[in-house]
T-cell receptor, first 115, second 113 residues
C-alpha cells in the first residue's frame, strides 16, 4: 500500500515569484510518481511524472519536480508563477507492479497566485 | 495523449431518481477504469475499480447497490447513482489507465434537489 502527504494545504504567492509544493510518500514497493493540476469544476490534468531514470523531471507549463528516494519526496517547483497557475495541485503515487494499478492521491495544495 | 470523455458535465436531478454517468476512453482500450468522488476543497476519494467484463471492486464504505458500475466494453464504463439523495451531491470523476499514465474525465457535477 502507498500513502501520500502534501505538506501544505494552501500556498499563496505573488506573481513571478518561485514556488515549491511539497509532497512526501511512503510505499513498500517501487512506485511511479505524478503531479496533477485541477482547475475549478474540471478533471485532473497531468503536469509531470516520474517513472525511472533522471530524478529531475520537467513537465508542462514550466513546472519541474525532483524525485528524492532517500527522503521519499517528490516536490514540485516553478521558478516564476503566473496568475493562471492558480489551481489545486495533487501529488499521486502508484505501484509499478501492474498497468492497472490504482493511484493514491495526496490531500491537495491550493496554489493562489496574487498580482 | 490519450483522451477520456465523461458525460454529462453537470446534472441536476430530483431526490429519489437515478442518474447515469458515462466514461469513455476515446482512443485506447481500458480494461480497468476508476471512479472517484470529490467533495469541495478535498482530494479524490476512490469509490470503485471498474473491470471490463466482470464485477466492479468497491472500496470500503461505498454502497455497491447505490453506486452501480457497469463496464460492458473496453471503452465504456458507467456509474449509476440510484435513488439519489441530496447527500449524494458531489463531483464525480472517472479515470482510465493507459500504459503508465492515468487519464481523467472532465468530471460530473451532480446536484440532487
Amino acid at each position: 500500500a502507498q500513502s501520500v502527504t502534501q505538506l501544505d494545504s494552501q500556498v499563496p504567492v505573488f506573481e513571478e515569484a518561485p514556488v515549491e509544493l511539497r509532497c512526501n510518500y511512503s510505499s513498500s514497493v517501487s512506485v511511479y510518481l505524478f503531479w496533477y493540476v485541477q482547475y475549478p469544476n474540471q478533471g485532473l490534468q497531468l503536469l509531470l511524472k516520474y517513472l525511472s531514470g533522471s530524478t529531475l523531471v520537467k513537465g508542462i507549463n514550466g513546472f519541474e519536480a525532483e524525485f528524492n528516494k532517500s527522503q521519499t519526496s517528490f516536490h514540485l517547483r516553478k521558478p516564476s508563477v503566473h496568475i493562471s497557475d492558480t489551481a489545486e495541485y495533487f501529488c499521486a503515487v502508484s505501484g509499478r507492479e501492474t498497468s492497472g494499478s490504482r493511484l493514491t492521491f495526496g490531500e491537495g495544495t491550493q496554489l493562489t497566485v496574487n498580482p | 495523449g490519450a483522451v477520456v470523455s465523461q458525460h454529462p458535465s453537470r446534472v441536476i436531478c430530483k431526490s429519489g431518481t437515478s442518474v447515469k454517468i458515462e466514461c469513455r476512453s476515446l482512443d485506447f482500450q481500458a480494461t480497468t477504469m476508476f471512479w472517484y468522488r470529490q467533495f469541495p476543497k478535498q482530494s479524490l476519494m476512490l469509490m470503485a475499480t471498474s473491470n471490463e467484463g466482470s464485477k466492479a471492486t468497491y472500496e470500503q464504505g461505498v454502497e455497491k447497490d447505490k453506486f452501480l458500475i457497469n463496464h460492458a466494453s473496453l471503452t465504456l464504463s458507467t456509474l449509476t447513482v440510484t435513488s439519489a439523495h441530496p447527500e449524494d451531491s458531489s463531483f464525480y470523476i472517472c479515470s482510465a489507465r493507459h500504459l503508465t499514465e492515468a487519464f481523467f474525465g472532465q468530471g460530473t457535477r451532480l446536484t440532487v434537489v
